[in-house]
Nanobody, 116 residues
Framework: QVRLVESGGGLVQPGGSLRLSCASS????????MSWYRQAPGKQRELVAT???????DYGDSVKGRFTISRNNIWNKVYLQMDSLKPEDTAIYYC??????????WGQGIQVTVSS
């Protein structure tokens, strides 16, 4: 059973930074793509960033140039460095594990609030 646990969320002022972490267990982590999604109130869940098993990255248009996804295959963790945060980045952020054993896996979600 794949398990994902997010940490690092919270309240930050506009222009500030946060770093989210996601600890993964129960899979051969290094073989799978990992992603961050987010969902704001009243909106659909959207893809924020993806990192492949080989380390290639891709970002949603709204976060390009501000967010950076990375991974540590020793510690089985994926990170999301969020800089120049805006109020519209306020959302619940979810860690996602590439589909394996017939299903996708999600973390429990962590709140990020950008407000003065």
């Amino acid at each position: 059973q794949v398990r994902l646990v997010e940490s690092g969320g919270g309240l930050v002022q506009p222009g500030g930074s946060l770093r989210l972490s996601c600890a993964s267990s129960g899979s051969n982590f290094r073989l799978f793509a990992m992603s961050w999604y987010r969902q704001a109130p009243g909106k659909q869940r959207e893809l924020v960033a993806t990192i492949t098993s080989g380390g290639s990255t891709d970002y949603g248009d709204s976060v390009k140039g501000r967010f950076t996804i990375s991974r540590n295959n020793i510690w089985n963790k994926v990170y999301l460095q969020m800089d120049s945060l805006k109020p519209e980045d306020t959302a619940i952020y979810y860690c996602h594990h590439e589909r394996t054993r017939g299903r996708d896996y999600w973390g429990q979600g962590i709140q990020v609030t950008v407000s003065s």
